[in-house]
């Protein structure tokens, strides 16, 4: 059926797509959330981890080697120490021992303010694309609502999408670390903008509406 011959829409009908409309915004407003909660943890997770090389084998097999030849020395220095030193002396202790490395400590603040600010615009920018779906939606049902061309008009000047989409800075050099520590970097998107569908949206669907484009950057 052609759009000149299609059945004007009933106020209830359209009603009924406004719903669904705003159920739908909800539920992404949740998803979006829930994204955000999940990458911040993973992000804590990353911060506060310490990495000691004891779960790559390489390391591990080095470190017991070290450790068998250390033992007579070992060994050794508790002998002497017990010799020169009253018992009631606390023990001394040498040992093979590896001082765990990770993020230092004056440096998480810095990741994490750079972390917050990437994710903040991420999901700024996903819940811009579902605005503009529905939006989009809404636009074409509201149009179906009348036959009267004055209306239709009007109607299709308020409907032209909003491209202003919130902008992403690169992220700052002190989450460039993340990359490989991450258990699912790809969810961050890092790399910015890369004009992919929404994680909210899935658009698989070439006759389906699209989502709002990257925002291009500006040539010098």
Known sequence: MSASNRKPWRAPELGLVKGAAKQRQQEDQLRAEAWQKTREAELEAVVNRS???????????LVEKLSTLAAPYIAEFNRLFAQHYPAEFAKATLA????????????????????????QARKAYMLANSAGVINEILADATLRTTDNAEVKEALQQLAVPNRATPTLDPPGPAIGMLQKLLPHPEEWGLAGYDGGPSPLLPNTDPDKPKMLAAPEEDEE
């Open 96 to 119: 093979v021992s590896i001082t765990p490395g990770g993020i230092p400590p004056q440096f998480r603040e810095q990741v994490r303010r750079d972390a917050a600010k990437h994710l």
């Open 51 to 61: 990495y000691s090389g004891m779960d790559t084998p390489e390391i591990r097999a």
